[in-house]
């Protein structure tokens, strides 16, 4: 039976970089997660009979929201719904399976790299037919139908049993809950050499990964440890926890500390990876050497010929636009297509569906390729692990061997977070303000070539998004990037990305905040930092 529940709509219901991200007393005020999720389905049309996958990273409240959009499913028309078990699925796992049943679209229950738990994040974002985020068309509508919404649609059944796998019913739609880790395991499998990785473990290099409590912790067990034979004890925290053991599940070197530590003491394995609360982010420190996401990207893409599932070539590359300009250099060698997109992996769809790239990555911790519409943290390890068992080198040797080939491009990222929101709009705003007086100017040693505010323009649908972050160019190659964070929950986090190329190898053993220190004043001084926030120095450093 179908309840119709009149209810106001909350203003607040915009979604960010990725869904919408709230605390989880929030999502917990009657009739909010209830008034999101229908604003979904009220901003979709044929759903009538079709498909959804429902899964999330397995936070606080994880399980109580899978069982309301279970039965929001079945009273808007759903004719089946795909559910992790235990109501867990990695992003990129539930990405596959909506490809593979050819669903309708997905639910994904996430906050990400956020803390969880009873007062902490929870999220929830919708993926389209193709796997992938919802573009800022549906993002869009859903917003303005959120602003409208007078009711919401449920069925009245018992909870589901999210821990049996099988095939159920409940009002006249099939339930089907399956295991999370299987189908996205075979994928892997046809994408990578898997007996070379044995082998190369076997014969005694050394994989440590940290699932920090979170969703890959089942992943990791099933693939790395039962089908690659990485040793069980340098794999931890692989159980996920509601609250990620109390720490946040963000694969840097603040939050893994123990992995990094690990990586840069005595006897440190050859290979150390992470992951992230819901499986899409990655980490990678080589035996006393940090890899950056951006490096990682161009390296991924100049040796991914060497996977089976790559060894045709790439079609192109594609990168966010803050990310740093490593990977061009990889796509102009290959003679390929190089995108520069917006922040937010929902940019790289129309692009991979289009077969204009195939390995897409950002500097936010993230790579992926054309396999689902996501990006995939352990499809990164294990695309690392297939080149290093294939050039039997040392992370080391592969990653210096890359800047003597190409250049070094000295990157970092510098967070300053829980800002107040107004001062960090203002700060924005008036550096947008000066961008044509720019160019030309002296900031220290730094000359400015040119600044703008980065619009995109999809070259598949042809949709314009603006406004996604100041560019600022320096004589020399050298590059700062200011744009607010579209993924936190308390105020504003402005995020300042510096970047310097260097191509002589005989520069590539230094200190990259030192390298980067001119580019670091510069910033302070053209965004006039402590004036709008008070601070003098960032809160997290990458
Ligand atoms: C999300 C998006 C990414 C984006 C990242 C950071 O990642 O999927 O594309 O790069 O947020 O966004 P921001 O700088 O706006 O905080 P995730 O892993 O949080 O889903």
């Not at 669903?103 to 803390?115: D, M, Q, T, V, Y």
């Not at 990791?220 to 069980?232: F, K, T």
């Not at 690990?262 to 940090?290: E, H, K, T, W, Y």
Request: aromatic share 8%; net charge negative; glycine share 12%.
């Amino acid at each position: 039976m179908t309840r119709t529940v009149a209810i106001s709509p909350f203003p607040d219901q915009k979604p960010g970089t990725s869904g919408l991200r709230k605390k989880v007393p929030l999502f917990q005020t009657p009739g909010y997660t209830e008034a999101f999720i229908q604003s979904i389905f009220d901003s979709l049309e044929g759903m009538e009979g079709e498909s959804l996958v429902i899964g999330g990273d397995g936070r606080f409240y994880n399980r109580d929201v899978i069982q309301i959009a279970i039965r929001m499913a079945a009273a808007n028309g759903f004719g089946r719904v795909v559910i992790g078990k235990g109501g867990i699925l990695s992003t990129p796992a539930a990405s596959h399976l909506i490809r593979k049943r050819q669903a309708f679209g997905g639910l994904i229950l996430s906050a990400s790299h956020n803390p969880g738990g009873p007062t902490e994040d929870f999220g929830i974002k919708y993926n389209i037919s193709n796997g992938g985020p919802a573009p800022e068309k549906i993002t869009d509508a859903i917003y303005a139908r959120s602003r409208t919404i007078d009711r919401y649609l449920i069925a009245e059944f018992d909870d589901v049993d999210l821990d049996k796998i099988g095939d159920f019913e409940a009002d006249g739609m099939a339930i089907e809950v399956v295991d999370p880790v299987a189908e996205y395991a075979e994928l892997m499998e046809t994408l990578f050499d898997f007996d070379a990785i044995r082998a190369h473990v076997a014969g005694g290099f050394r994989v440590a990964f940290d699932a920090m409590h979170a969703v890959t912790g089942p992943y990791a067990r099933e693939i790395l440890v039962r089908r690659l034979g990485v040793d069980p004890a340098l794999v931890i925290n692989a159980f996920p926890l509601e609250d990620f053991g109390g720490h946040h599940p963000d694969p840097n070197l603040v939050h893994a500390k123990q992995l990094y530590d690990q990586m840069m003491g005595p006897d440190a394995p050859d290979f150390g990876a992470a992951s992230d609360g819901d499986g899409d982010r990655n980490l990678v420190i080589g035996r006393g050497i940090f890899v950056t996401p951006s490096d990682s990207l161009a390296i991924l893409a100049a040796n991914a010929h060497l996977a089976p599932g790559y060894k045709a070539g790439l079609k192109g590359i594609a990168r966010s636009m803050p990310t740093s300009g490593a990977a061009d250099r990889v796509a102009a060698k290959l003679g390929v297509e190089m995108h520069e997109t917006p922040t937010g992996w929902k940019f790289f769809g129309n692009l991979l569906d289009a077969g204009r790239c195939t390995i897409c990555g950002e500097e936010s911790a993230g790579a992926g390729s054309d396999h689902v519409r996501e990006k995939d943290g352990l499809w990164a390890i294990l695309l690392w692990l297939n080149i290093l068992a294939v050039r039997r080198q040392s992370v080391r040797e592969i990653v210096h061997g890359h800047w003597a080939e190409y250049g070094r491009t000295y990157y970092s990222r510098h967070d300053y977070e829980a800002l107040d929101t107004e001062s960090a709009n203002q700060l924005m705003a008036a550096l947008d303000g000066k961008l044509s007086l720019l160019p030309g100017r002296k900031v220290g040693s730094l000359t400015i070539e040119k600044a703008d505010n980065f619009a995109y323009q999809d070259p598949i649908d042809g949709s314009v998004s603006r406004n996604q972050g100041i560019r600022i160019f320096f004589e020399g190659g050298s590059r700062l990037v200011f744009r607010l964070s579209g993924t936190g929950t308390s105020g504003a986090t402005l995020r300042i990305y510096m970047e310097r190329y260097q191509p002589d190898p005989t520069r590539h053993d230094e200190e990259t905040q030192s390298v980067l220190a001119p580019l670091i004043l510069a910033a302070r001084d053209l965004a006039e930092i402590g004036k709008w926030t008070g601070r003098d120095a960032p809160t997290v450093i990458t």
